[in-house]
């Protein structure tokens, strides 16, 4: 089959370096490159960064009321220093339930939970075994819509060897010819082999050719015959070259090639999907890009390669790695599980010096498995010298908000009452208190505290954008071809301007695409959340309980208690997450950028490159802000003021 079509960069190795298809995506180094003890992580040896904090710091103390009352600040004296939470961090895995509800959800399949047999399906234990995951959970997807006939190519399908790349290369390829009519090289090297699409690929051709000053005749192999790769609409059979790469994903264990099966015999004459055109198309067409990988179908017309899938995993260190023939290995590689994350997150919106009343959240956030929890929250809203209101929430056990690792490029739930499975349960502890200002200017606070079971359903959206970036840039490609050299002959005038077209959409093309260029390499993600309280069924049968304190201008206060089945409020976050820095942002898009610099000499800092943001300007001259610290012109309370005490009217 012909395969390989992009090319490993791997200076350290000695690769040939080509570009046979879409805009390659470069093996970088992992971003961490020095070690760090972990303690949620024994079993870590992968080299990661040093955090910026210190490592990984101990989890806050419980918050202690304040000092001071209700004026806004610090908290008082007894409250927790959040300055001093550090990253949370762990190692991640593939997550097999995810795969499922995002087949079940987009392509309206149920996946088994194992693969059933297939041809070749023993080649995968030869490969990285990262990438047979890929792989048996794309033959899952492909069975789960009803296919049962394709499988993995027998012996070039899989792994191989350097030796089989290059008897493979070499097949309907010509020698180049030297000065003396003699084949330049001695066919060791890619650079020595030509291919002649016009020439009979169908036998082996000898020559025989005489050195003019030694007038040595020499009998040599100028064009391997082809491989068989099917009969034209006449029947006739077509023999051609296998690939277009001299070391390929195939020679790294991150590359396959389907093909047909019939009674379990290979049979390169049918087209693939030729028996199950709907179960092919879903699964590579769809899931191919979905999962991460490179399919071969999206490559230019002249190389198109439907048969094709590779894998492109980031190395940790490009200098030490596999050699050809040796797949990699998982410590070789980065599949982008390890991930970092502030333990605390403010998001802010308000506007400079304070010009406007503000609205903080607080997240505290704990690793539970392979998700990231909400264990405590709070908002602080309005002005630091007037009116505010402040919420201290607390869940216990803490709520889920959204996986530390999302194996495909998107998952959307958009949940309703109906979605019991992914409800979440748990008991909650709310503190609210507010001060203002009675007709008369006097100050007036209210105090309530709320604790009971809360049945919230969680929607979230959320992009993986290393995935969907590498999606993007090898799909997208300029849609005008080159014009034919018999137009330049016939009509050289109209030959030009169709180039000069082409050129200037492939110079689009090449701006589109350089806009991803920063997400292609890094591990971000992009969010949207938000967990709303559920009501009626099961919820009905909780109760919460409310504790309240009034107090008037004069200080005279109301104690107040009550019960009620529904909780009101939830939590909405939009979130982007840098997970191999452990940043966090408002979102990812356009970077302004500069028209000077950098940006004009072609480097990534050009305006309209995608990166994580850290704020957002609103049309009303505010402007949020999602930051481990505690924005500039924020004010914060970290714990609530204490009540009054009783104070009744008499």
């Known amino acids: 089959m012909r395969a390989d079509r992009r090319i490993m960069l791997c200076a350290a190795l000695s690769l040939t370096l080509c570009a046979f298809a879409a805009p390659a995506r470069a093996l970088s180094p992992a971003p961490w490159q020095t070690p760090q003890n972990n303690p949620e992580d024994e079993d870590l040896t992968t080299p990661?960064?040093?955090?910026?904090?210190?490592?990984?710091?101990?989890?806050?103390?419980?918050?202690?009321?304040?000092?001071?009352?209700?004026?806004?600040?610090?908290?008082?004296?007894?409250?927790?220093?959040?300055?001093?939470?550090?990253?949370?961090?762990?190692?991640?895995?593939?997550?097999?339930?995810?795969?499922?509800?995002?087949?079940?959800?987009?392509?309206?399949?149920?996946?088994?939970?194992?693969?059933?047999?297939?041809?070749?399906?023993?080649?995968?234990?030869?490969?990285?075994?990262?990438?047979a995951t890929r792989i048996k959970t794309?033959?899952?997807?492909?069975?789960?819509?009803?296919?049962?006939?394709?499988?993995?190519?027998?012996?070039?399908?899989?792994?191989?060897?350097?030796?089989?790349?290059?008897?493979?290369?070499?097949?309907?390829?010509?020698?180049k010819t030297g000065g003396f009519d003699v084949p330049a090289g001695n066919g060791s090297h890619g650079e020595d082999w030509y291919?002649?699409?016009?020439?009979?690929?169908?036998?082996?051709?000898?020559?025989?050719?005489?050195?003019?000053?030694?007038?040595?005749?020499?009998?040599?192999?100028?064009?391997?015959?082809?491989?068989?790769l099917g009969k034209d609409?006449?029947?006739?059979?077509?023999?051609?070259?296998?690939?277009?790469?001299?070391?390929?994903?195939?020679?790294?264990?991150?590359?396959?090639?389907?093909?047909?099966?019939?009674?379990?015999?290979?049979?390169?004459?049918?087209?693939?999907?030729?028996?199950?055109?709907?179960?092919?198309?879903?699964?590579?067409?769809?899931?191919?890009?979905?999962?991460?990988?490179?399919?071969?179908?999206?490559?230019?017309?002249?190389?198109?390669?439907?048969?094709?899938?590779?894998?492109?995993?980031?190395?940790?260190?490009?200098?030490?790695?596999?050699?050809?023939?040796?797949?990699?290995?998982?410590?070789?590689?980065?599949?982008?599980?390890?991930?970092?994350i502030p333990e605390t997150i403010y998001v802010w919106t308000g506007a400079d010096g304070g010009m406007k009343p503000q609205n903080l959240q607080v997240l505290h956030l704990v690793r539970d498995g392979q998700w990231i929890a909400l264990d405590r929250e709070r908002r602080i809203?309005?002005?630091?010298?007037?009116?505010?209101?402040?919420?201290?929430?607390?869940?216990?056990?803490?709520?889920?908000?959204f996986p530390t690792y999302l194996p495909v490029r998107r998952l959307s739930r958009d949940l309703g009452d109906a979605d019991i499975g992914f409800r979440i349960k748990s008991n909650v502890t709310r503190e609210t208190f507010s001060l203002g200002h009675d007709s008369d200017g006097k100050i007036v606070k209210q105090h309530v505290q709320s604790s009971g079971t809360a049945h919230l359903c969680p929607n979230l959206r959320?992009?993986?954008?290393?995935?969907?970036?590498?999606?993007?840039?090898?799909?997208?490609?300029?849609?005008?071809?080159?014009?034919?050299?018999?137009?330049?002959?016939?009509?050289?005038?109209f030959y030009q301007q169709l180039s000069d077209a082409c050129a200037q959409e492939a110079a689009i093309h090449a701006q589109g695409l350089l806009k991803y260029g920063r997400l292609i390499d890094r591990s971000v993600y992009e969010l949207e959340l938000q967990l709303a309280p559920i009501n009626g069924g099961e919820a009905s049968k909780s109760t919460v309980t409310t504790k309240g304190q009034r107090v008037d201008g004069d200080g005279t206060t109301d104690e107040y208690e009550s019960q009620v089945e529904t909780w009101i409020g939830g939590v909405n976050l939009r979130l982007a997450w840098d997970r191999d820095k452990g940043k966090v942002g408002f979102a990812v898009g356009p970077d302004p950028g500069s028209s000077t610099g950098a940006a004009a000499k072609g480097k990534p800092d050009a305006p309209g490159v995608y990166d994580l943001r850290d704020r957002n300007i609103w049309n009303d001259g505010t402007y949020t802000i999602v930051s481990d610290k505690l924005p500039h012109d924020a004010w914060d309370v970290q714990s609530p003021p204490p009540r009054d005490p009783v104070n009744h009217k008499k």
Request: hydrophobic share 30%; with cysteine.
């Open 48 to 131: 990661r960064p040093e955090p910026s904090s210190g490592g990984t710091a101990a989890k806050p103390a419980k918050a202690a009321p304040p000092k001071t009352g209700g004026k806004p600040g610090s908290g008082g004296s007894g409250a927790p220093d959040d300055s001093a939470s550090g990253p949370l961090s762990g190692t991640a895995s593939w997550d097999a339930e995810i795969v499922k509800e995002f087949c079940k959800k987009n392509y309206h399949i149920d996946l088994a939970d194992e693969v059933r047999s297939f041809p070749g399906l023993a080649m995968l234990d030869k490969v990285n075994p990262e990438f």
């Open 138 to 175: 794309l033959m899952r997807i492909y069975q789960a819509a009803g296919g049962s006939t394709i499988g993995i190519v027998p012996r070039s399908g899989g792994l191989r060897s350097a030796e089989d790349q290059l008897n493979d290369f070499t097949k309907g390829r010509s020698l």
């Open 462 to 493: 959320i992009t993986n954008w290393e995935l969907e970036s590498f999606g993007i840039m090898v799909r997208t490609k300029p849609r005008t071809k080159l014009p034919s050299a018999d137009l330049k002959k016939s009509n050289p005038q």
């Open 233 to 340: 609409k006449d029947h006739n059979k077509i023999y051609g070259k296998v690939t277009d790469v001299w070391i390929g994903w195939h020679n790294f264990g991150v590359a396959v090639d389907f093909g047909e099966f019939l009674a379990g015999k290979y049979d390169p004459n049918l087209p693939l999907g030729a028996t199950m055109a709907g179960a092919w198309g879903r699964a590579m067409i769809e899931a191919t890009g979905d999962l991460g990988l490179g399919w071969g179908g999206w490559w230019d017309d002249s190389l198109n390669d439907p048969a094709h899938v590779e894998w492109h995993p980031r190395l940790h260190d490009v200098k030490h790695t596999s050699k050809p023939g040796h797949a990699l290995r998982d410590d070789q590689i980065d599949a982008s599980y390890r991930w970092r």
């Open 381 to 401: 809203v309005g002005r630091q010298d007037g009116d505010w209101t402040g919420t201290w929430t607390r869940y216990d056990p803490p709520v889920h908000l």
């Open 195 to 228: 291919y002649d699409k016009t020439a009979d690929h169908s036998k082996d051709l000898y020559a025989d050719f005489t050195d003019t000053k030694t007038k040595k005749t020499t009998h040599a192999l100028v064009r391997r015959a082809g491989e068989f």
